[in-house]
């Protein structure tokens, strides 16, 4: 299985849409089950005189198996197609986590996008593309599902199609590049087979959809970006940042510079996993140490970049953000802190550009008063102490933030341009 | 809703701290509603290991920020950090 190029797959949607079923049928039709659940059914249909293997069965029993065989790899489902080598990243329903997904390690590639045949878009379907667009996800496959509920109607399939379609265009996701696919995955039409009871469609099934991605290719050729998790003095060593690569790739002799504190040196030491390394690149924790940096000059949230494409240092940002909950409206001077990677900083909304129109993604209002819940806009941010970030256009991976206030995760944005100090 | 589970990172502040002991201060200091379901280390560098822990959290609490609190109130904790989030 792990000779396969891998690839992190979300399943996003609105609640109810089918998005657990979709998992399961997956897992189901691509034998990737577990075998003692296989083998506890066999032995239960056996003592019932029931033959065969069924669907229903895997659910409830995958639900069971998660809850109770929680390990350190929980979040992890995984199945294999010809080429790929897929692991989910199921995403929790709740708000607040989106915070997590932003700052977090396990980013997701692709997605599957579920949107249910009977209900069309909805609203989570609408944060979750944004979402998606915003954590950097390139390719969505939007599984028109529950067509067994609308009697695989291909009028109600083209309905919702075009109304994914718009929603698409406001988040500026490329339609051309997104494959829409009409499923049911209670039934199984369409995943693993090409169903009978929908001769109307030619395209691919859901698996070959997704055996159709192309490739993921790690940020190794982009400009190194280092966020700092950690600073230690050790022993003998000197000072230690520690962190994980986000992109690009560090060896020994590299001249570096940690913004915003703005210092900087050559590495000399590379650690991994206790091992010394002649070179690291995206997604490794190291630990280093540089030539004339002290603990105290730099600390978590700096970025180390290479010293001739240094990480930029804001004096403001424009971005486009969606709120996700807040209780009144968001106006300019609002303060709330803004987390992006390892950076935690309190910064002001200094100018509410354009409010964006949800059903069309088009311009609805210049400079508008106040943006609410439900709301994309273009806004114009300043920070109140340093902050390193860059426009996600050109290194995406440094490019989003979650907006905090009040203990929820109240706004998800991603960077547009830097105006840089 | 279900649970949630969370992969969190905890440094702690030096190489020297004793990792099962700070693996229990860690336990006593949950809030409520969370558990720890899992542990595991991974090895960092220059002698430092980071403790990396499951734990799990009703969907419905408001994600994880509460654990991270407290985790970040125990001594000889540098940094809380979390890796990944995924429904159970």
Same mark, same amino acid.
């Given at each position: 299985?792990s000779? #396969? *190029?891998?690839?992190?797959?979300?399943?996003?949607?609105?609640?109810d849409?089918g #998005?657990s079923?979709?998992?399961?049928?997956?897992?189901?039709?691509?034998?990737?089950?577990?075998?003692h659940?296989?083998?506890?059914y066999?032995?239960?249909?056996?003592?019932?005189g #029931?033959?065969?293997f069924?669907?229903?069965?895997? $659910?409830?029993?995958l639900a069971?198996?998660?809850?109770r065989?929680?390990?350190?790899?929980?979040?992890?489902?995984?199945?294999?197609t010809?080429?790929y +080598?897929?692991t989910?990243?199921?995403?929790?329903?709740?708000?607040?986590?989106v915070k997590? $997904?932003?700052t977090?390690a396990?980013?997701a590639?692709?997605?599957?996008?579920?949107?249910?045949?009977?209900?069309?878009?909805?609203?989570?379907?609408?944060?979750?593309?944004?979402?998606?667009r915003?954590?950097?996800?390139?390719?969505?496959?939007?599984?028109i599902n529950?067509?067994?509920?609308?009697? +695989?109607?291909?009028?109600?399939?083209? =309905?919702?199609?075009?109304e994914?379609?718009?929603?698409?265009?406001?988040v500026?996701?490329?339609?051309?590049d997104?494959s829409?696919?009409?499923?049911?995955?209670?039934e199984?039409?369409?995943?693993?087979?090409t169903s009978?009871?929908?001769?109307? +469609?030619?395209?691919?099934?859901?698996?070959?959809?997704?055996?159709?991605?192309?490739?993921?290719?790690?940020?190794?050729?982009?400009?190194?970006?280092? *966020?700092?998790?950690?600073?230690?003095?050790?022993?003998?060593?000197?000072?230690?940042?520690?962190?994980r690569?986000?992109?690009?790739?560090?060896? *020994?002799?590299?001249?570096?510079?940690f913004?915003?504190?703005?210092?900087?040196?050559?590495?000399?030491?590379?650690?991994?996993h206790?091992?010394e390394?002649?070179?690291?690149?995206?997604g490794?924790?190291?630990?280093f140490n540089?030539?004339?940096?002290?603990?105290? =000059?730099?600390?978590?949230?700096?970025?180390?970049?290479?010293?001739?494409?240094?990480?930029k240092?804001?004096?403001?940002?424009? !971005?486009?953000?969606?709120?996700?909950q807040? *209780?009144?409206?968001?106006?300019?001077?609002?303060?709330?802190?803004?987390?992006?990677h390892? !950076?935690?900083?309190?910064?002001?909304?200094?100018s509410?550009?354009?409010?964006?129109?949800? !059903?069309?993604?088009?311009?609805?209002?210049?400079?508008?008063d106040f943006?609410?819940?439900g709301?994309?806009?273009?806004?114009?941010i300043?920070?109140?102490k340093p902050?390193?970030i860059?426009?996600?256009?050109?290194?995406?991976?440094?490019?989003?933030f979650?907006?905090?206030?009040?203990?929820?995760?109240?706004? !998800?944005?991603?960077?547009l341009?830097v105006?840089?100090r | 809703?279900?649970?949630?589970a969370?992969?969190?990172?905890?440094?702690?502040q030096?190489?020297?701290?004793?990792?099962?002991?700070?693996?229990?201060?860690?336990?006593?200091?949950?809030?409520e509603?969370a558990?720890?379901?899992g542990?595991?280390?991974?090895?960092?560098a220059?002698?430092?290991?980071?403790?990396l822990?499951?734990?799990?959290?009703p969907?419905d609490?408001g994600?994880?920020?509460?654990?991270?609190?407290?985790?970040?109130?125990?001594?000889?904790?540098?940094?809380?950090s979390?890796?990944?989030?995924?429904?159970?």
């Amino acid at each position: 299985m792990s000779d #396969k *190029p891998h690839q992190n797959l979300a399943i996003i949607g609105h609640v109810d849409h089918g #998005k657990s079923t979709l998992v399961g049928r997956l897992l189901f039709e691509t034998g990737s089950v577990p075998e003692h659940v296989i083998e506890q059914y066999r032995e239960e249909a056996e003592e019932k005189g #029931k033959g065969g293997f069924e669907f229903a069965y895997v $659910m409830d029993n995958l639900a069971e198996e998660r809850e109770r065989g929680v390990t350190i790899d929980i979040a992890h489902q995984e199945f294999d197609t010809d080429k790929y +080598y897929f692991t989910i990243v199921d995403c929790p329903g709740h708000r607040d986590f989106v915070k997590n $997904m932003i700052t977090g390690a396990s980013q997701a590639d692709n997605a599957v996008l579920v949107v249910a045949a009977d209900d069309g878009v909805a609203p989570q379907t609408r944060e979750h593309v944004f979402l998606a667009r915003t954590l950097g996800i390139n390719e969505l496959i939007i599984g028109i599902n529950k067509m067994d509920v609308v009697d +695989y109607s291909e009028n109600e399939y083209t =309905d919702v199609v075009d109304e994914v379609k718009q929603l698409l265009k406001q988040v500026r996701f490329d339609t051309e590049d997104a494959s829409f696919v009409p499923i049911s995955a209670f039934e199984g039409d369409n995943i693993a087979e090409t169903s009978d009871e929908m001769s109307w +469609y030619s395209g691919p099934t859901l698996l070959e959809a997704l055996n159709d991605l192309p490739e993921v290719e790690p940020p190794t050729d982009a400009p190194l970006r280092l *966020p700092i998790q950690d600073v230690y003095t050790i022993s003998g060593i000197g000072t230690v940042p520690v962190g994980r690569i986000e992109t690009g790739t560090m060896h *020994p002799g590299d001249m570096v510079s940690f913004q915003p504190s703005d210092v900087g040196g050559e590495v000399k030491t590379i650690e991994m996993h206790h091992e010394e390394v002649d070179r690291a690149g995206p997604g490794d924790n190291v630990g280093f140490n540089v030539r004339g940096v002290g603990k105290d =000059d730099i600390r978590r949230g700096d970025v180390c970049g290479s010293a001739d494409d240094a990480p930029k240092v804001a004096e403001t940002f424009q !971005a486009q953000v969606v709120v996700m909950q807040h *209780p009144s409206v968001i106006t300019e001077g609002y303060t709330p802190v803004f987390h992006a990677h390892t !950076a935690q900083v309190a910064c002001t909304v200094e100018s509410l550009d354009q409010k964006l129109d949800p !059903a069309s993604g088009e311009v609805a209002e210049e400079n508008p008063d106040f943006i609410k819940s439900g709301d994309a806009a273009v806004v114009t941010i300043r920070p109140q102490k340093p902050l390193s970030i860059e426009p996600s256009s050109e290194i995406p991976e440094l490019g989003s933030f979650a907006i905090r206030d009040m203990g929820q995760t109240i706004a !998800a944005g991603k960077v547009l341009s830097v105006d840089e100090r | 809703m279900g649970d949630v589970a969370a992969t969190m990172k905890v440094m702690p502040q030096s190489p020297d701290v004793d990792l099962d002991a700070l693996k229990d201060q860690l336990g006593e200091s949950l809030p409520e509603g969370a558990e720890i379901r899992g542990s595991d280390t991974d090895d960092v560098a220059f002698g430092l290991v980071a403790l990396l822990l499951s734990v799990v959290v009703p969907d419905d609490t408001g994600g994880t920020e509460a654990v991270e609190e407290a985790f970040a109130e125990v001594d000889d904790v540098e940094s809380v950090s979390v890796q990944e989030v995924g429904r159970l």
